[in-house]
């Protein structure tokens, strides 16, 4: 919208505009940012069952009344002089405000006197305050539709992840080498949110001293002394075969000596699908969660192998509520190219789902990555598809491309990632180090969601909820 400024001369008293506020949780996050005020009475809480509300700072309100003044009354160019304000009622996330400035005297030297008043929703008096401004000495227009926007940093995706799981019970999940600050307090945490119920497996020495070092108590969970880690991995696939575990999770030993049991053809997990690992992927700016695979296993996959991790991919995404999801076969480039085989696997991968040899899922590629997730890119390309610029799942052509890709949005977009094994009998939790709290409980929420709609359970969360 173009904005035109009043000058001193075209004002008169009893001129008056007013906006429109909604205060969001965003706000208050920005609003500590920028005046450096922490204060945890004026932040929205991590936890979602916290039982205060937050209270808008009232510095917050009246900076409102400048975005009356700057843009509209008397417009562009105005600066402060002064600013009285009394502070009537306190605002919440999710009041609405009117924001009124009236001008109530014409001064010396260009100053204008204006009344200031904020008002909720239904007339209740929120502040009131008189502001001197020096009105603009010369007319300007400004456009506040080229403002750049602002990405606050927040996960609310794996939020309503957690909250999909409530109601399910706990999966009993067997997690193998917890004998670290890292593993083992990721798989408490999880049991505390009610995600799994823990059966710790490996030296019952260490993890009682890991216990000790992080505070926590383990009295009470099943705990399997099997100190050596190759050990740990078979009992715990062995707990599975035998239907004593619901998933299985990683802790402080390799991805390798975990799986090499899993995938054994005597006394392992496997079905008749290539295992497989999908990142579930909650990335700033993006309204929906992206799903990655793969990017942890399959080193080179050839067709075969990409069409068990493209069904394996999507089962995930229609266990997280995803009705139809989107596939995005990726490449380097958007056309079929002989020379580039990714491109050829792609395209059959693409008329596969058309034919329902994969199934549950729209799928498109080849597909660049720009033009897998961003709308303009696809169109700027001439691409006319429905999972271009839309994509909820990234099918990467081999392990390099999807580890780069994951870790690039991990660290550079702020991404957090959950992650799981598929394609055996029970879903695999692989988290790492670099893991923080969230994305662990994330980890644990798909398994316990992929598990509850394996065993035919109606997901909990769907996408239209996930766009409100």
Aim: overall charge negative; aromatic content about 2%.
């Amino acid at each position: 919208m173009i904005r035109e400024n009043r000058l001193y001369d075209e004002l008169k008293v009893g001129d008056s505009a007013s906006i429109k506020r909604v205060c969001t949780g965003n706000d208050l996050y920005i609003f500590a940012h920028a005046s450096g005020n922490l204060n945890p009475l004026h932040l929205p809480a991590q936890d979602r069952e916290a039982p205060v509300e937050p209270v808008a700072p009232s510095m917050w309100v009246g900076a409102l009344v400048s975005a009356v003044l700057g843009n509209i009354l008397p417009g562009p160019g105005t600066l402060y002089k002064s600013q009285t304000f009394e502070f009537i009622n306190r605002v919440h996330v999710g009041d609405e405000l009117t924001v009124t400035v009236t001008v109530r005297d014409k001064l010396p030297d260009g100053v204008i006197a204006l009344d200031t008043r904020v008002t909720g929703r239904g007339g209740d008096r929120i502040a009131e305050g008189i502001a001197e401004v020096l009105a603009p000495g010369r007319k300007i227009r400004i456009d506040d539709e080229r403002m750049p926007e602002i990405l606050v940093q927040r996960h609310r995706h794996f939020d309503r992840l957690l909250a999909a799981c409530k109601g399910l019970d706990p999966i009993r999940t067997a997690i193998v080498a917890p004998e670290d600050k890292t593993s083992l307090g990721g798989a408490l945490l999880a049991a505390q949110h009610g995600l799994i119920r823990p059966i710790l497996i490996g030296s019952a020495a260490i993890i009682r001293t890991v216990a000790t070092q992080i505070g926590a108590d383990v009295t009470g969970i099943e705990l399997h002394d099997v100190p050596d880690h190759g050990a740990a991995a078979a009992a715990a696939v062995e707990l599975a075969r035998l239907g004593k575990a619901d998933a299985l999770m990683k802790g402080s030993l390799h991805t390798d000596e975990l799986l090499h049991h899993v995938v054994k053809h005597d006394g392992g997990l496997r079905t008749g699908r290539r295992l497989s690992h999908v990142f579930v992927m909650d990335v700033p700016g993006l309204d929906h969660v992206l799903l990655v695979s793969d990017a942890a296993i399959n080193i080179a996959p050839d067709l075969e192998a990409k069409v068990d991790i493209t069904q394996s991919a999507i089962d995930v995404a229609l266990a997280l509520g995803i009705g139809r999801p989107k596939v995005g076969i990726l490449s380097a480039v958007e056309t079929v190219n002989p020379k580039i085989a990714s491109t050829i696997d792609a395209a059959v991968l693409s008329k596969m789902g058309e034919r329902g040899q994969i199934k549950g899922a729209i799928i498109d590629g080849p597909l660049a990555m720009d033009n897998a997730i961003d709308v303009e890119a696809a169109r700027s390309k001439g691409i006319t598809s429905l999972v271009a610029g839309h994509a909820d799942i990234l099918i990467v052509p081999n392990l390099e491309a999807g580890n780069m890709l994951a870790k690039e949005l991990t660290f550079v977009t702020h991404a957090e990632a959950a992650g799981l094994a598929l394609g055996a009998t029970v879903p695999i939790i692989l988290t790492s180090r670099a893991d923080g709290e969230k994305a662990r409980l994330a980890s644990c929420a798909v398994a316990a969601l992929y598990r509850a709609w394996q065993l035919g359970r109606q997901p909990q969360q769907r996408r239209e909820e996930a766009a409100e």
